[in-house]
């Protein structure tokens, strides 16, 4: 009886091994920056050069204010208009469900651009408290622009985006939002030497140029 517990067990053991071996921990790059600064751009860009999966947490909120039976979609709707900060609860399980489907679907992909998070002290602990130990978070992607362009590239985007926020009055809201909320968050991860700053005020082309050496040399 003993000997076939051990002799089960002695062939669980590799199997278990090489699977846990194959299991790569994520990866992140958290990619913040004013609203309409150019995150959601140079990841499309990131992700046509490199082999990541661009994860906005703006999107998966707005993918579930919409899903049939959300139980948040008002909340959610509410907040995005007043651009407020949705509480972490909410957004943490939406990031790392996409993070394990993504996962689940490909091994290799594990390295993550999270956009728009952590965008306030909340986001930052619910990351902590939940994502602690089970993913890296390697820098932050930092789009430094004036709230001017952020402002002006908003309402351009507005004529045809369809978001409810896109407009003079939300983004107002938006802009003091980031600044009284978000900046602090940069400037933490800044003492920790953890900030890429990118000037985000170019075109297209010339902020990917400097995103390209970031990401070379980061590896
Ligand atoms: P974010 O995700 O930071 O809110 P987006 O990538 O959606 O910003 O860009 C906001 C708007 O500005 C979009 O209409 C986009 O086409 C435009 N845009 C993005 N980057 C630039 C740039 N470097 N120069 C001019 N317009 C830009
Ligand atoms: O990043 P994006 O501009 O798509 O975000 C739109 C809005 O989604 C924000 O203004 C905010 O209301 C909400 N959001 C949030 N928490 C995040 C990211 C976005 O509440 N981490
Ligand atoms: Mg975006």
């Known amino acids: 009886m003993l000997l076939r517990a051990f002799c089960s067990l002695a062939r669980k053991v590799p199997r278990t091994v090489y699977r846990v071996s194959l299991a790569m921990k994520p990866q992140v790059v958290f990619v913040l920056g004013g609203p309409g600064a150019g995150k959601g751009t140079q990841c499309a860009k990131i992700v046509e050069n490199y082999s990541y999966t661009h994860l906005s947490a703006g999107d998966l909120l707005r993918a579930e204010r919409g899903r049939d039976g959300s139980e948040f979609g008002q909340l959610i709707d509410s907040y995005i208009k007043e651009g407020k900060i949705v509480p972490v609860e909410i957004t943490i399980n939406l990031l790392k469900k996409a993070m394990e489907e993504t996962m689940q679907l490909d091994k290799e992909r594990f390295r993550f651009l999270i956009d728009g998070f952590p965008r306030n002290q909340d986001n930052m602990e619910g990351w902590n408290k939940v994502m602690d130990g089970k993913a890296d978070v390697k820098f932050v992607l930092f789009f430094d622009c004036s709230n001017k362009v952020c402002i002006d590239r908003c309402l351009e985007r507005g004529k045809s985006s369809g978001r409810t926020d ?22 933490q991860y800044e003492k920790e030497g953890k ?24 590896g």
Do not use: C, H
């Not at 990118?198 to 995103?211: L, T």
């Open 166 to 187: 896109d407009n003079r009055e939300s983004l107002e809201k938006r802009i003091q939002t980031y600044l009284q909320s978000t900046r602090p968050i940069i400037e």
């Open 195 to 218: 900030v890429r700053t990118v000037d985000a005020s170019r075109g297209v082309d010339e902020v990917f140029a400097d995103v390209k050496t970031i990401l070379d040399k980061e």
